[in-house]
């Protein structure tokens, strides 16, 4: 069995994190930390998991008694965290923050498979991807492979109120979100670096734009994503293209027909499709923030820095109806 402990544990993703862990056959949670919440039931907290554990939140971290320990802090804290306390060098990490993702001085690899499945299988420290980072790269990559990221791309990007976090703030209370649509951050997210990243190293260079604009949904959770590609390539390249990009992929799917977000909520899934028009390329991808966009593609990456199964643990249904 993998020994699991938890940072951070009682916001969303620790949340989705602890019901993935329960389910799967080869990892036993040991402890799932939250100072805030020391000695209450995980199931006072995450409710969703009434009847299916009896663990208790803790305050303590027995790194000892572990093999993996996920960080799911907030942004900016999991370095801090590393600065204040040593974990022993044995245990694997995965931080779900984006403290870690660009490349600099530190050893961990960026965690999307669907490039960097070899290196993720060799890590001893993997950077969890951001989860607008995840669905514009399902989406852009394939057209990275065959060069065609050349011009300026256009990208749009609805996420759930799930994105934000568990604590409330002005723009995720139900009164404002519901019936309610709106920018922020555009062309200056914070996930657009780690985009540049991957679609340059696909790639080979990357002097075009990532123009993206992200949007609040008025849903809980999952991503919606648009991107338009100008090229003059052949549409049935372009798809054969997709199509191979992806023959391999554990979770990553093109599909022929247009697709929708119920398609993919409460899976580990990515699906993506191509429309062609004459110069342009319209294409989508969906999945849910905080699986594929998170701890789901967390819990592949222990699969496969374990060396099991990446898919083990993560069959799971879509929302579909």
Known sequence: MIRVGILGAAGY??????????????AEIVFANSESNA???????HEGLIGDTDLKFTDQMPFDQVDVVFFCFGHGKSEEFLKEHQIPQRIK???????????GDHDYVYGLPEINKEAIQQAQHVANPGCFATAIQVALLPAAKLGLITQDVA?????GSTGAGQKPCATTHFSWRTGNLSIYKAFRHQHIAEIRQSLTQVQGSLNASIDFVPCRGNF??????????????????????YKDFY??????????KAIDLKQVVNTNKAVVHVDYFEGKVLVTSVIDNLLKG?????????NLMFGIDETTGLRLKACAF
């Open 39 to 45: 000695s209450n039931l995980i199931s006072d907290v």
């Open 247 to 256: 023959q391999d992929a554990a979770f990553t799917h093109y599909c022929d």
């Open 13 to 26: 993703t620790g949340g989705e994190l602890i019901r993935l862990l329960l389910n799967h056959p080869e």
């Open 93 to 103: 990490i995965i931080d779900l923050a984006q403290d870690f993702r660009i490349k």
């Open 294 to 302: 998170a701890v789901g593609q967390a819990v592949q990456n222990m």
């Open 155 to 159: 990208v749009n990007a609805i996420t």
């Open 220 to 241: 809980a959770r999952g991503i919606f994503c648009t991107a338009i590609i100008k090229t003059e390539a052949k549409e049935s390249d372009i798809i054969k293209a």
